[in-house]
């Protein structure tokens, strides 16, 4: 059933107001599946929840899920599976356990959630991550109070998962979910109220074969699975929704302006006129060193010559002596 609460969305776990001994959660940007049908154990009727592994292909390189898995740990040190919000069964009576601890621990609507984490928040304007409880952290209280065993939870990296609620609105959702200062930003960079020019490929919504293989987007439907995916999912090809601009951003081509003249062509280097005299020589003392030099050479040449006649002389003095 529909409830309208007043509190913040990212807190309905908590203040959903729930008279059953099970509930699920979901908000108005999903609906529910077509293929929906709880699993349960044989035998025990134990609810058999997906989780992904907390390692870091499929979770530590995504920032969000990262804190997310740091959060949980707060009530598992060692907790490492990731439960999303709308795959998890609640069970009522566990989650009012849950939620009056979490509150204990972050304050009635979250605000301490972070608080511990002040030099993080300096070095860095935000946070990413949740800003309220979450189904990780609902699974690892479970094990902290040993009530895991009510569940049974299976490897959706190894087994699959089928979502038991289908995101109709997603471009709403992600844009309700920006603050003023995102929004305003988003604005800014595109001019188009938030909106970019980039189509909703989710063939998920799809569920019948006649709507999936009837789609513009190219859709595949596979039989065995009775869902609807996207080509490159399944042969590895293209992306059916590439990310295109806006039309009316693109440049605007140039027809009515006035014609202009050919471009100047560049200048080649002048000849060189005075190589002897430089034209920075006005601001050394090049030619005065230059001319020192020559007289100088000039007058050791001269000591030369008369240092070879004294020589002649003396050889010829001493053949006349003999």
């Given at each position: 059933r529909a409830q309208h609460l007043d509190n913040a969305d990212y807190m309905d776990m908590c203040e959903a107001d729930v008279k059953t001994e099970w509930f699920m959660l979901t908000n108005s940007y999903h609906h529910v599946a077509n293929h929906v049908d709880l699993m349960f154990?044989?035998?025990?009727?134990?609810?058999?929840?997906?989780?992904?592994?907390?390692?870091?292909?499929?979770?530590?390189?995504?920032?969000y899920c990262k804190e997310t898995i740091g959060l949980s740990q707060r009530f598992n040190p060692e907790?490492?599976?990731?439960?999303?919000?709308?795959?998890?069964?609640?069970?009522?009576?566990?989650r009012n356990?849950?939620?009056?601890?979490?509150?204990?621990?972050?304050?009635?609507e979250g605000e301490d959630l972070y608080t511990y984490q002040k030099n993080r928040i300096l070095r860095r304007k935000k946070i990413i991550g949740p800003s309220g409880?979450?189904?990780?952290?609902?699974?690892?209280?479970?094990f902290q109070e040993g009530k895991d065993k009510m569940y049974k939870l299976v490897d959706r990296s190894l087994y699959g998962a089928r979502a038991p609620f289908i995101k109709i609105f997603s471009k709403e959702e992600k844009l309700d979910g920006m603050s003023e200062e995102e929004l305003a930003q988003k604005m800014g960079d595109t001019g188009m109220m938030g909106m970019d020019n980039e189509t909703d490929c989710n063939c998920f919504t799809f569920e019948t074969t006649h709507t999936c293989e009837g789609s513009p987007l190219g859709c595949i439907w596979r039989p065995l699975f009775e869902s609807c995916?996207?080509?490159?999912?399944?042969?590895?090809?293209?992306?059916?929704?590439?990310?295109?601009?806006?039309?009316?951003?693109?440049?605007t081509k140039s027809g009515y302006l006035l014609e202009t003249d050919p471009p100047t062509t560049p200048p080649t280097?002048?000849?060189?006129?005075?190589?002897?005299?430089?034209?920075?020589?006005?601001f050394f003392r090049i030619r005065e060193h230059e001319v020192a030099n020559a007289e100088e050479e000039e007058i050791v040449g001269d000591l030369l010559?008369?240092?070879?006649?004294?020589?002649?002389?003396?050889?010829?003095t001493s053949h006349e002596g003999i």
């Open positions: 154990t044989p035998g025990k009727f134990l609810p058999v929840i997906p989780f992904t592994p907390a390692t870091y292909p499929f979770c530590f390189k995504f920032p907790h490492a599976k990731v439960v999303l919000d709308f795959d998890m069964l609640y069970h009522t009576e566990t356990a849950f939620c009056k601890q979490w509150k204990e621990m972050n304050g009635e409880p979450t189904g990780t952290s609902y699974t690892a209280y479970l995916h996207p080509p490159e999912m399944i042969d590895e090809g293209t992306p059916i929704c590439p990310e295109t601009t806006a039309p009316t951003l693109s440049p280097a002048s000849p060189v006129v005075n190589t002897t005299d430089p034209w920075y020589s006005t010559d008369d240092d070879d006649i004294g020589d002649e002389e003396f050889v010829l």
